[in-house]
Structure formats: C-alpha cells, structure tokens
C-alpha cells in the first residue's frame, strides 16, 4: 500500500474545522515506511517516492531484460575470459573500439591472429576450440591482454574481468595473467562460513603491512601468524583491505586497476581462499575492503579509457583523488560493479563490504568542499541520484540473495536512511562507520585534561540516527596515515622510544598515555555503536605512523609494518594495553552489550570530569579527572543489588596503579539520584574506568 498524502492545512466548511488526517506510513510501501520512526523526514516524502519509484524502475527494467537482478550480477561467469566446453570464450564490452584482438604469449604476441567479432551492444567476443589433445590454447597462468583498435590507432589493454595480474620486477605496468588453474591445484574448502554475528568486533587489516618485517607480506604469513591472534583476543570479524589489485602500493589499495583480480603482491588467488577459509575456521567473519566509488587513473593496466575514449565505465575524474569516477547510470556499468560484488562472495566465500567513499559517491561536489549536515541537504540537489541508486541496487541484491551479508558504508555526513531496509526507502547499508568519533578523540588531544567536556564526549558517542546501526572507533587506518600518528602516539609521542619499559620509573606522559589509551577504548567500545573496530597493531598502542614504501622516502618499509613484538615483550607496557583490549572484549563475549538498545547516562559531570551510564545491566564509571580521585562517590542506578567489578582499568595487569579492590562488593542504597531510583557508593580513582556487574 502506498501511505496517503492528506493536505496538512485544516479546511473550513461552514464554520467547521476539518482537521488533517494523520499517515500511518508503518506498513508503506512506496519508500515513505522510514518515516514512520522519523516523522521529521514527512517534508521529504515526495522525494522518498521518487527515489524509491526509480530504484523499482530500474530494477524492474534488468530484471525483465536479463532475467533477475541477480542474474545481472553474475557478468563474471561470461565475461573475461572462461573456459567452455570445447574451448575458451572471450567477452567484453568495448564500445569505442574499431576492433579487438586477442594478444597475449599463447600466440606469440601476435595483434592480428585472434580477432573479435562485435554485437549491436558493443560487446566483443572471441572463440578459441581446444587443441586436438583436449588443452586449451591459452596455457594457465601465461600473460594475456586484449588488442584494441581505435579512430586514432591501436592500443594494448587488460581485460577488466581478468582474475589474477602481475608485475615483473623492475617494470610498473601490470600484466594480465589468464588464470585457471587445473582442479588438483585449486584450492579445496573444507570449513562452513560461520553465523551470521549480531555484534561486530572488527579487526581491519592489511595483508601487506601485517609483518614485523620490512617486506610486503603474505596471504599465508596472515593466515599463519595472524588468524589465530585475532581470533584468540576476542574479535569475530576481519576487514581486509587493499584486496583488489592496485599497481601503486602506496595508495594503501584505493587506487584499484584491476576490479576482478585479488592482489598479487600477497599470493594467488588460491592462497586468499585458504585464508578467508581458515579465518571462517576460527569463527572470524571477513569483510572486503570494497572501492566502487571511483578507479585508478591507469590505463596501460587499469579500467580507464578501456576503449580509447574517456568514456566507457566512466564520467569525470575526482578532483582531489586524482582518479575516475564511474558513470553509474550505463548499464555495463552496471553489470560489472554488480558482478565484482557477486564474485567476491560467490569465488571467494567473503561475508560482506565496507564500501569505501560512499560521500564522494552520493554528493555531487565528491566530498569536495561543504558536506550536507541537515535534511535539506540529504534530500537535496547536491545528492547524486545515480549512484544513490546504484548503491541501492547493490544493497537490495546482496540482501536478497546472501542472507548472511553485511555491508558497512563509509559516510561522513549522516546521510538519513543509508543504514534502513530498501523495502522502506532506505539504502540498504546493515552499518555506517562512526567517522566522527575519531574526530572528536583527535579535538581532544589538543585539549587540557581538565578542558575535556563529558557532556560534548558523550553527546558525540551517541550521536547517531534511530534504527541506523554505527561501527564506533577510536582510530582505524586513517588516522594513522603519514602526517598523522597514532593515538598512542599523541598521548605518549617520543617518550614511547624510551620509557616504555617496566624497569624504568611509570613518567607522568607514559602513565597518562597508558590509562587515557584504555579509557578512550572502553567507552567508545560501551557508548559509541553496535559495532566495534579497530586498525590492527592499535590495539596494543602501536607507536608512530603508517608510510608505504614510495619515491619521497626512498622506498622505506620502516613505517609500512606492525611491529608485534612490542606487545610480546615482558618488559614492555605495550604488553598492559594489550591485555586490557583481551579482557575489554571477553566482557562484551560474556555479557553483551554491543546492540543493546537502551542506554542511560546518568553523570557527566564537568567538574569532577566523570561520566557514568548503564547498558545491557552493566554499570559503566569513569573518571577521567587528571588528578582527582572521588571516595565514596555516589552513582544513579537502576536495579537494587549487590554488584562487583568485572573490568578494573586501575588493575596492574593493565598498566594501572592497583587502587581498587577486586573483591570489593557493592550494594545499593534506596536513595534516588539523577532520575534512577536507586544509587550506590564507590571509590573513583582518578584516570580509571571500571564496570559493575550485578550479581544478587
């Protein structure tokens, strides 16, 4: 049913006042049902409408053209390059070619001897029969690329859809490698993917960097080495990024040449399947870094001007990013961001998406300049339809086909309804990231202690749209690019090089650093989202900052690796902060609080710089006060008992001062205090967080 649209202004008819009929918009199904848990989106209902009736529109047309949306997505199973029965078939869409030729090492390199033939689309074609013996012209894992010949003369090319590329030492430019392996070689799966979670512990990762080595490492040096750390310290969820090949590594993955192929810097393909098939062996969840939001300006071995045009699978060239941006309303265009979701999850066995850029792609300005912040702005001119649109397609049919999808977006303005089921007009994203959570921490680092605002702390953490799922953070990758540094780093800087042993007297900034860095932690784990991420290495406070090996530092692997042995050092505090993320976790496991709905924050007190609230029947406290600690403090709760502590970030395995007593018991008072009806009375000592548990 469609909601009713009724004229708001009441109509006088002989003297009688003929009030407006109210819209129940909770059984919509015109794309107006999100109004029904925010009433302040009613003005934009019309456009809720229009953006939903050309979703439909779309959908309806690839469906009655291709068979299914989904079927629309499944371009990877005919387009590249595939072995059929009696031979190989080439596929690809070059509209702006003349002509297309196959050149690659099977023939010797030869521009002329494997011609294409075009349909009315603009899609080339070409069949290879087998040799007499049954093999196929084109050997596996043999260089291959596409001849192409334009109005201004011939040009060499990757296939888009091609699997597996590499580069020779010595040579920048990227090859294409036909890659299809005999069956004795590939790899076999052997584990299920694990249940779908309902609370994300993420741990972003890149394969590359996740050595303490200075080298490039390896999909299997992860699997090895990382897996079972990351499943041992309590997180359920992988991110993985700079998985889609991307010939300039310093671009930490987001310059993406080669949309199908996995990157070969860190393995074959095959080596990718055994870990993702291991880390669902462990219960970990694993998340593709995806860029769809623009491309790598290459064209020797990327997507741009694919057929001699600047055309093709593109319109226009971000301003910032130096890169291509898709031209989301072209229908090849289209199948192929469609298809590449699909061959992630149905080749690979990934579990879902963090879609990279998703305010570049839904603004027309790119995310240059002003950000929209209000409603006027969401629904407004300055929203791109076409990859509005795009996005939605995607999330609809990851969502229908794959139950256990999740998709996490990018955004950086709120935008209202990214995180809402497409059957109620929303986008169809399962959760946005916290961006402004790492902003706030960062304001903060410039600030005196006792400047920090508890009030503006904990308005930041919960501010997030009703019914939108958020992945709270206090740093990922991005905060730790060059120029930038780590959280450690801001609270500790130099002194990390030289006072981090245990053997040396605790200094005023290492203490500091050390109980701010699990404060920080805890309550945006607590109070900040339904999901938790952090960029690894973080976790322990990895010190300085992230620099891929580039011309302007001499090609340096210095700053691009985790340096793990920090945390397994006995004599080092990074060993406190690593324990305490372990046991901040393990309480999450134990009692979960991640997803719960009601929260209610009762202290924030300026002053005293303390901050209490309760989630899940926990009890969260905290003073960040620097030098101030509180004896018999009284706090607000809810429910009368006797409580204990569950998580003392005071504790010395923690790097703190051992000031509470483990064993202490806490019980209620019947005495109301900040709108609870009960309280209790507990020692607060001064830069500690602890939780309280009810037990009796």
Wanted: hydrophobic share 35%; net charge negative; glycine share 8%.
């Amino acid at each position: 049913m469609e909601a009713v649209e009724t004229n708001p202004n009441p109509v006088v008819v002989e003297d009688k006042i003929e009030e407006p009929v109210k819209v129940d918009y909770s059984q919509a199904t015109d794309g107006t049902r999100v109004i029904h848990d925010d009433p302040w989106l009613e003005p934009f209902a019309q456009t809720l409408r229009d953006r939903y009736s050309t979703f439909q529109w779309w959908k309806k047309d690839i469906t009655d053209k291709e068979g299914s949306l989904g079927q629309f997505g499944l371009g990877y199973e005919t387009f590249g390059f595939h072995r059929v029965e009696g031979g190989l078939r080439y596929r690809d869409w070059v509209p702006g070619a003349l002509a297309v030729h196959l050149y690659g090492e099977f023939n010797n390199w030869s521009f002329d001897s494997h011609p294409c033939s075009r349909n009315e689309y603009g899609v080339w074609e070409a069949f290879l029969p087998d040799h007499p013996d049954g093999t196929p012209q084109i050997p596996h894992c043999t260089k291959l690329k596409v001849a192409i010949t334009t109005g201004h003369g011939r040009i060499v090319r990757i296939s888009p859809w091609t699997r597996y590329v590499t580069m020779d030492p010595g040579n920048p430019v990227m090859d294409g490698v036909y890659w299809n392996p005999p069956y004795e070689w590939t790899y076999q799966w052997k584990h299920e993917r694990p249940p779908k979670p309902d609370r994300l512990r993420i741990y972003e990762a890149h394969i590359g960097m996740a050595t303490e080595h200075q080298k490039i490492g390896s999909y299997k040096e992860f699997e090895v080495n990382l897996l079972p750390y990351i499943a041992e310290m309590g997180y359920n969820c992988i991110q993985l990024m700079a998985i889609m090949e991307h010939s300039y590594y310093a671009s930490f993955g987001y310059q993406v040449t080669n949309f199908f192929a996995p990157s070969s810097r860190f393995g074959t393909p095959e080596d990718l399947k055994s870990l993702i098939d291991t880390a669902h062996s462990l219960g970990l969840y694993v998340l593709l870094d995806l860029v769809h939001s623009h491309a790598s300006k290459n064209t020797l071995d990327g997507l741009n001007q694919f057929d001699g045009t600047d055309a093709c699978y593109f319109n226009g060239t971000h301003s910032m990013w130096d890169s291509r941006l898709f031209a989301y309303d072209r229908w090849e265009v289209l199948r192929f961001l469609l298809s590449n979701l699909r061959y992630w999850i149905d080749t690979f066995r990934f579990d879902g998406f963090r879609f990279d850029g998703v305010t570049a792609m839904l603004l027309t300005n790119r995310s240059v300049g002003e950000l929209p912040n209000d409603y006027n702005g969401y629904f407004g001119s300055q929203i791109d339809g076409d990859a509005l649109r795009y996005l939605t397609l995607a999330n609809h049919m990851l969502h229908e086909l794959y139950p256990f999808i999740i998709t996490i977006a990018e955004d950086a303005t709120g935008f209202a309804c990214l995180c809402r089921p497409t059957e109620e007009g929303g986008v169809g994203f399962d959760y946005r990231l916290g961006m402004g959570l790492p902003d706030k921490w960062k304001k903060l680092m410039v600030l005196k202690d006792e400047d920090w605002n508890m009030g503006s702390l904990t308005y930041e953490l919960q501010n997030r749209r009703y019914h939108e799922k958020t992945v709270g953070y206090v740093e990922s990758h991005d905060q730790a690019l060059v120029g930038d540094k780590t959280m450690a780093f801001w609270l500790m800087d130099k002194e990390m090089y030289t006072e981090m042993s245990v053997l040396s007297p605790l200094t005023p900034v290492i203490d500091r650093g050390i109980q701010l860095h699990k404060m920080m932690r805890l309550i945006t784990f607590a109070l900040g989202g339904e999901a938790y991420l952090t960029f690894m290495g973080n976790e322990f406070g990895h010190p300085e900052w992230i620099d891929f090996p580039r011309e302007g530092n001499g090609g340096s692997f210095h700053y691009c690796c985790r340096r793990w042995y920090l945390a397994k050092d006995p004599l080092l505090r990074y060993q406190h902060l690593s324990a305490f993320e372990k046991a901040m976790l393990k309480v999450e496991i134990e009692n979960p609080f991640l997803n719960w709905k009601d929260v209610y924050v009762g202290i924030k007190h300026e002053g005293d710089k303390v901050v209490s609230f309760e989630k899940a029947g926990l009890l969260f406290l905290f003073n960040f006060h620097p030098t101030k600690s509180f004896a018999d403090y009284r706090v607000p709760v809810g429910v009368s008992g006797k409580y204990v502590s569950i998580l003392d970030s005071d504790a010395k395995a923690f790097g703190g001062h051992d000031r509470l007593d483990s064993q202490t018991e806490f019980f209620t008072e019947d005495y109301g205090y900040y709108g609870r009806p009960y309280s209790l009375l507990t020692y607060l000592p001064c830069r500690s967080a602890f939780i309280l548990k009810k037990i009796d």
